[in-house]
């Protein structure tokens, strides 16, 4: 399946139903009177987060939606019937927006969250109510109103509780493959992760979610690379794990080449708590391991951490850190993640 985070629908509510005009035509009966029926309601298009989603991918072949209209009055004071409804099926951590006006009409972030993005027209009223004591014989009946139509635009955003970040091939992927059983690609080349993944950390009987997106480089703003656009899906996330390639020539620069593009891109995302470490330190020389974590230290002003994706060695340590600021007690991770979180 292909992974699409936006795409853009046209969807229409059903019209109401029209009003009948009619009078009693029965033998014997002198003075049947008006007995038209009203028109039926349009049906009304609702949008729902589900947890077995994890793409918009079903919006990129179909992009318009028609609810049902509503059926016409009838004689014998009979009412239409409601037009069918129809509803959107989307991923959780999904927000919508009205395309012109880029008015936010919902953010779907709980599994079963269900709105209306259109309201069905009204049925007209049929000739018996308006029916009155001076006007016996009313030849009135309304027509039903039109449905709401507009476009809206839909934009996934992932719900983790840690986002994953660095250059390409910094072992972000290979870490992910490491504390959960996601199983996304890993290979020697940059650019290896094209789209998010998100894994379930388990530690010590408790849980938390991990988001992996694709690299930065320097110009990811502008394009470069495969863009910045994935930093949405780490706009929810209480933290970030930042993590550097310790074969890296200058890791100091790795790090700010990363923040920079972070820092452009907004949202707030050099506000939240971050975690640095050092990965492939098993290629690394004891020498050559301390004396780049000191350059890094000294730049960033506090402690970071170090390990290996292929001996596991200094995982604990970074594991016991990230565990007090990002587990929910009142629910499991893998509930959530499992609930489409």
Not at 299 to 314: D, N, R, W
Request: proline content about 4%; aromatic content about 8%; hydrophobic content about 35%.
């Amino acid at each position: 399946m292909k992974f699409l985070d936006r795409a853009k629908v046209y969807l229409k509510a059903g019209d109401g139903g029209n009003g009948c005009f009619s009078f009693r035509h029965e033998k014997f009966l002198e003075f049947g009177g008006p007995d038209g029926g009203d028109g039926g309601k349009g049906g009304d298009v609702f949008v729902e987060a589900t947890h077995n989603l994890n793409t918009l991918i079903d919006y990129r072949y179909q992009q318009h939606f028609r609810a049902g209209n509503g059926c016409h009055g009838q004689g014998q004071q009979k009412t239409g019937a409601e037009g069918a409804d129809i509803t959107l099926r989307v991923p959780v951590g999904t927000q919508i927006q009205e395309e012109v006006t880029g008015l936010s009409l919902a953010d779907l972030t709980h599994p079963g969250e269900r709105v209306v993005l259109a309201q069905g027209g009204r049925g007209g009223r049929g000739n018996v109510r308006f029916k009155t004591s001076t006007n016996r014989a009313p030849t009135r009946a309304d027509p039903g109103e039109k449905g709401e139509e507009l476009t809206v635009l839909l934009q996934l955003k992932m719900i983790a509780d840690i986002g994953l970040i660095g250059l390409p091939n910094a072992g972000k992927s290979s870490f992910l493959r490491m504390v959960t059983r996601a199983r996304p690609k890993v290979a020697s080349y940059p650019f290896t992760t094209l789209y998010p993944q998100l894994g379930v950390v388990s530690y010590k009987g408790r849980e938390f979610v991990l988001a992996d997106i694709p690299g930065l480089i320097a110009g990811a703003h502008q394009g470069v690379g495969l863009g910045d656009r994935f930093l949405s899906h780490i706009e929810r996330c209480r933290g970030l794990l930042h993590l550097i390639d310790g074969t890296h020539e200058d890791v100091v620069a790795a790090y700010q080449t990363v923040r920079q593009e972070l820092e452009i891109y907004g949202a707030g995302l050099t506000h939240k708590k971050e975690w640095v470490a050092l990965n492939k330190r098993d290629l690394l020389s004891e020498e050559a391991l301390e004396e780049k974590k000191h350059l890094l230290e000294n730049y960033l002003g506090y402690p970071l951490y170090s390990l290996s994706t292929q001996t596991k060695k200094g995982l604990s340590a970074l594991l016991e850190a990230l565990l007090p600021d990002v587990v929910c007690p009142t629910l499991k991770a893998s509930e959530r993640l499992s609930e489409g979180a």
